[in-house]
């Protein structure tokens, strides 16, 4: 039976060490403040931000909400982002993504303070990533994998790792911050040739295709760590999943997270982590 590698110790960790940063800051007339931009009222929107405002709670984060109608126009956007760029009291922004057809969402990302996109999704945060420098924040989701393995206590350099998934969210930015740690990785698809065959080859897997069942028994072996990251709903099954087969593989890798409870868990705490960092940053 695998060790499962569940979210909410990782994320009980991290509150524990912020919260003297945050005490910190607070000390110094400094309180970290997170705003969230929402348009419309998706329904796993609503369920990412009930858990950002729990956690800000929970941290004593400040937080601010700009909410935008459906029907919201280009300028209303831009307008509510530019108020977050010039409030100095706000330190990290989450803008829920995809934005309705009708919005230029490239250039709403483009107009977000780098300094304050806390969730990767400007072109600085990702030079940042590319480059391991610190300009901006990496994505919340890219960031949790990364936390999960360190925690658990895997290592990664030398290690052999195959990201699942291509993606400027998770797949191309968890390769790279895993690059930065050391390890050697191979990037696959699901187009990708054997993709079974490349991901046995690895010592760590991450699953990032956002395809239910993209990882079959076939895939993996013994002695493996596998990432879900896949949040998928399973019609026939009437529940949520990752983009692992858990029945099928749990038996047979060493260590595993469950989708629900893995991954996705950690990632408001990595959220607060990053507005925490920024507001460190903008007070030098």
């Known amino acids: 039976m695998a060790e499962l590698l569940k979210g909410k110790p990782v994320a009980d960790a991290i ?5 003297p940063r945050i ?21 796993d929107d609503l369920s990412y931000e009930r858990g950002a405002t729990k956690r800000c709670e929970t941290l004593g984060l400040g937080l601010k909400k700009f909410v935008l109608d459906a029907e919201c126009t280009q300028e209303e956007l831009m ?26 969402e490239a250039a709403a990302c483009a107009a977000l303070d780098p300094a304050k996109d806390a969730d990767g999704i400007t072109q600085g945060s990702l030079y940042g990533v590319f480059a391991n ?9 890219a960031d949790a994998c990364m936390q999960v393995i360190k925690h658990y206590g895997y290592e990664l350099t030398g290690a052999k790792v195959a990201v699942v998934g291509r993606s400027l969210v998770i797949g191309k930015p968890v390769s790279m911050m895993l690059q930065a740690a050391n390890a050697t990785v191979t990037m696959c698809h ?41 949040i998928n709903w399973d019609e026939e099954a009437g529940k949520l999943c990752g983009d692992v087969s858990f029945d099928a593989v749990e038996p047979v ?8 409870g893995g991954v996705g868990s950690v990632t408001t705490a990595i959220l607060a982590k990053h507005v925490v960092e920024a507001a460190e940053r903008a007070q030098g």
């Open 15 to 19: 509150n524990e060490e912020l919260t």
């Open 23 to 43: 005490e910190a800051l607070k000390a110094a007339g400094t309180v970290p403040t997170l705003a969230i931009v929402r348009v419309g009222e998706r329904e």
């Open 79 to 104: 307008a509510a982002i530019d108020e977050v760029n010039n409030d100095s009291s706000i330190h990290g922004c989450l803008m829920f993504r995809p934005l309705p057809k009708h919005l230029d």
């Open 133 to 141: 420098r610190p300009v901006g924040f990496p994505p919340c989701t």
């Open 190 to 230: 699901t187009r990708t040739k054997d993709l079974a065959g490349e991901l046995k080859a690895a010592d760590i897997i991450v699953a990032a295709a956002g395809h239910i069942g993209t990882v079959q028994a076939d895939a993996v072996r013994e002695g493996q760590v596998v990432i879900d990251v896949g």
């Open 253 to 260: 890798v060493k260590a595993i997270t469950p989708v629900p």
